[in-house]
């Protein structure tokens, strides 16, 4: 029997661990770009002692975040879209936007807000000195899955 070709975007299972580089040179590169799964382009960050790992492709448009500077806003460590300079948490994907209290005050009181999880972010483990990605197989849809398809992943590391 034969299933029909899945439709994009495509789906991030399995979940199985997918090897990405050792430490060493996730650490020395930063940042890293990788095809998983033959199904998924996503981006390896390495910030403040951490390893994070997201979709490649910001969720607004698809601008290519490994081009993104990484700023703190509000406590929280974010990659900056280079495109529209949105904002993304390294550490859950979430979208911040800075609200105004009252328009009609000045100066403009700001506060941060969340949109919530924009940018599926994927789980980075380190064994025996080794970096791999196990991808984030929620089947919660989150807008960055858009593109995540054969239109996008032709241009995948364009800036
Ligand atoms: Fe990233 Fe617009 S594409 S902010």
């Known amino acids: ?25 996730v650490i020395q590169a930063q940042r890293v770009t990788k095809l998983v799964n033959g199904c998924r ?17 910001c969720y607004h448009a698809g601008g290519p975040l490994q081009n ?3 700023e703190e806003f509000n406590g929280q460590s974010c990659i900056v879209c280079p495109w529209h300079k949105y904002k993304i948490t390294l550490a859950e994907g979430e979208a911040l936007y800075q609200a105004v209290d009252n328009p009609t005050l000045t100066p403009l009181r700001t506060r941060w807000c ?20 196990t991808l984030n197989d929620s089947s919660e849809v989150i807008e ?5 398809t054969e239109k996008f992943r032709a241009n995948r590391f364009k800036g």
Request: aromatic content about 8%.
């Open 68 to 70: 993104g500077d990484i």
């Open 1 to 25: 029997s034969s299933s029909p070709a899945s439709s994009s975007p495509a789906s991030p299972s399995p979940a199985s661990p997918h090897f990405i580089g050792t430490r060493e040179y």
């Open 41 to 57: 382009d996503i981006l390896v960050l390495y910030h403040q002692g951490e390893l994070h790992a997201m979709d490649l492709r």
């Open 114 to 133: 969340s949109k919530g999880v924009k940018q599926r972010v994927h789980k980075v483990t380190v064994v025996n000195g080794n970096v791999y990605v």
């Open 144 to 148: 960055s899955d858009a593109y995540q």
